[in-house]
Protein backbone atom coordinates (compact mmCIF):
# COMPACT_ATOMS: atom_id res chain seq x y z
CA UNK A 1 0.00 0.00 0.00
CA UNK A 2 3.28 2.35 0.76
CA UNK A 3 4.56 1.57 -2.60
CA UNK A 4 1.55 2.63 -4.42
CA UNK A 5 0.45 5.66 -2.47
CA UNK A 6 4.53 6.81 -3.09
CA UNK A 7 4.28 5.92 -6.82
CA UNK A 8 0.82 8.03 -6.58
CA UNK A 9 2.48 10.76 -5.31
CA UNK A 10 5.40 10.70 -7.51
CA UNK A 11 3.02 10.57 -10.90
CA UNK A 12 0.91 13.18 -9.35
CA UNK A 13 3.55 15.47 -8.37
CA UNK A 14 5.40 15.37 -11.82
CA UNK A 15 2.15 15.91 -14.10
CA UNK A 16 0.97 18.61 -11.45
CA UNK A 17 4.30 20.56 -11.40
CA UNK A 18 3.97 20.38 -15.53
CA UNK A 19 0.53 20.71 -15.87
CA UNK A 20 1.16 24.21 -13.36
CA UNK A 21 3.77 25.53 -14.82
CA UNK A 22 2.87 24.77 -18.33
CA UNK A 23 -0.41 26.70 -18.03
CA UNK A 24 0.98 29.35 -15.84
CA UNK A 25 3.63 30.39 -18.21
CA UNK A 26 1.16 29.92 -21.27
CA UNK A 27 -0.84 32.53 -19.27
CA UNK A 28 1.49 35.15 -18.39
CA UNK A 29 2.88 34.94 -22.06
CA UNK A 30 -0.70 35.90 -23.82
CA UNK A 31 -3.13 37.27 -20.87
CA UNK A 32 -5.80 37.04 -23.60
CA UNK A 33 -6.15 33.23 -22.70
CA UNK A 34 -6.28 32.38 -26.44
CA UNK A 35 -2.95 29.76 -26.45
CA UNK A 36 -5.15 27.76 -24.09
CA UNK A 37 -8.54 28.33 -25.44
CA UNK A 38 -9.68 30.18 -22.43
CA UNK A 39 -10.54 33.30 -24.35
CA UNK A 40 -14.36 32.65 -23.30
CA UNK A 41 -14.13 32.30 -19.83
CA UNK A 42 -12.53 35.65 -19.61
CA UNK A 43 -16.14 37.46 -18.67
CA UNK A 44 -16.36 35.17 -15.62
CA UNK A 45 -12.76 36.03 -14.71
CA UNK A 46 -13.78 39.48 -14.52
CA UNK A 47 -16.61 38.84 -11.85
CA UNK A 48 -14.10 37.50 -9.63
CA UNK A 49 -13.22 39.70 -6.17
CA UNK A 50 -10.65 42.50 -6.93
CA UNK A 51 -11.78 42.34 -10.91
CA UNK A 52 -10.67 45.43 -11.48
CA UNK A 53 -6.95 45.13 -10.16
CA UNK A 54 -5.88 41.39 -11.02
CA UNK A 55 -8.83 40.15 -13.20
CA UNK A 56 -8.93 41.98 -16.25
CA UNK A 57 -7.36 39.15 -17.92
CA UNK A 58 -5.59 35.92 -16.83
CA UNK A 59 -2.44 37.07 -16.38
CA UNK A 60 -2.76 37.13 -12.86
CA UNK A 61 -4.20 33.87 -12.59
CA UNK A 62 -1.37 32.26 -14.19
CA UNK A 63 1.32 34.25 -12.07
CA UNK A 64 -1.22 32.45 -9.13
CA UNK A 65 -1.04 28.86 -11.30
CA UNK A 66 2.45 28.88 -11.56
CA UNK A 67 3.25 29.90 -7.76
CA UNK A 68 0.45 27.85 -6.13
CA UNK A 69 0.48 24.53 -8.74
CA UNK A 70 2.92 24.19 -10.83
CA UNK A 71 5.94 25.20 -8.35
CA UNK A 72 4.95 23.16 -4.87
CA UNK A 73 4.16 20.34 -7.08
CA UNK A 74 7.73 20.65 -8.04
CA UNK A 75 9.40 21.20 -5.40
CA UNK A 76 7.97 18.12 -4.34
CA UNK A 77 8.74 15.67 -7.17
CA UNK A 78 12.78 16.59 -6.98
CA UNK A 79 12.10 16.01 -2.68
CA UNK A 80 10.29 12.49 -3.59
CA UNK A 81 13.12 11.55 -5.61
CA UNK A 82 15.86 12.55 -3.50
CA UNK A 83 13.64 10.86 -0.46
CA UNK A 84 13.86 13.69 1.52
CA UNK A 85 12.74 14.00 5.29
CA UNK A 86 10.13 16.77 4.50
CA UNK A 87 8.96 14.96 1.11
CA UNK A 88 5.72 14.03 2.48
CA UNK A 89 5.11 17.42 4.17
CA UNK A 90 5.64 19.02 0.69
CA UNK A 91 3.46 16.88 -0.69
CA UNK A 92 0.38 17.15 2.08
CA UNK A 93 0.75 21.45 0.78
CA UNK A 94 0.81 20.67 -2.73
CA UNK A 95 -2.46 18.61 -2.10
CA UNK A 96 -4.28 21.38 -0.24
CA UNK A 97 -3.35 23.84 -2.13
CA UNK A 98 -4.76 21.62 -5.61
CA UNK A 99 -7.98 21.20 -2.89
CA UNK A 100 -8.07 25.11 -2.46
CA UNK A 101 -7.96 26.07 -5.63
CA UNK A 102 -10.45 23.41 -7.00
CA UNK A 103 -13.13 24.64 -4.79
CA UNK A 104 -12.54 28.39 -5.56
CA UNK A 105 -13.71 26.77 -8.97
CA UNK A 106 -16.10 25.03 -8.16
CA UNK A 107 -17.72 28.30 -6.40
CA UNK A 108 -16.97 30.87 -9.69
CA UNK A 109 -16.93 28.49 -12.99
CA UNK A 110 -17.39 24.60 -12.09
CA UNK A 111 -16.36 22.41 -14.23
CA UNK A 112 -15.67 18.69 -14.63
CA UNK A 113 -12.06 18.88 -15.09
CA UNK A 114 -11.93 20.63 -11.35
CA UNK A 115 -13.83 17.91 -10.03
CA UNK A 116 -11.00 15.33 -10.92
CA UNK A 117 -8.32 17.36 -9.65
CA UNK A 118 -10.08 18.10 -6.33
CA UNK A 119 -10.46 13.96 -6.47
CA UNK A 120 -7.03 13.70 -6.77
CA UNK A 121 -5.52 16.91 -4.54
CA UNK A 122 -7.79 14.78 -1.58
CA UNK A 123 -5.91 11.30 -2.53
CA UNK A 124 -2.78 12.96 -2.68
CA UNK A 125 -3.98 14.14 1.15
CA UNK A 126 -4.58 11.29 2.35
CA UNK A 127 -1.40 9.38 0.61
CA UNK A 128 1.00 12.09 2.09
CA UNK A 129 -0.71 11.65 5.75
CA UNK A 130 -0.22 7.46 5.40
CA UNK A 131 3.08 7.69 4.15
CA UNK A 132 3.99 10.57 6.59
CA UNK A 133 3.01 8.64 9.89
CA UNK A 134 5.42 5.99 9.69
CA UNK A 135 8.29 8.38 8.88
CA UNK A 136 7.60 10.29 11.94
CA UNK A 137 7.35 7.51 14.39
CA UNK A 138 10.90 6.45 12.85
CA UNK A 139 11.99 9.65 13.76
CA UNK A 140 10.58 9.50 17.19
CA UNK A 141 12.34 5.93 17.30
CA UNK A 142 15.56 7.64 16.36
CA UNK A 143 15.47 10.11 19.26
CA UNK A 144 15.18 7.60 21.88
Do not use: H
Not at 84 to 103: I, P
Request: charged residues 10%.
Amino acid sequence: MNRVARVFLIVVSIFNSFAGLLCGLLLIAEPDGRLLQMGALLPVVQTFPLAGIFFRDFFWLGVAMLLALGLPNLVAAVMLFRNSNKQYVVTLFAGVVLVLWCSFEFIYMFNIAAVGYFVVGVLSILSSALLARPQAQARAEQAY
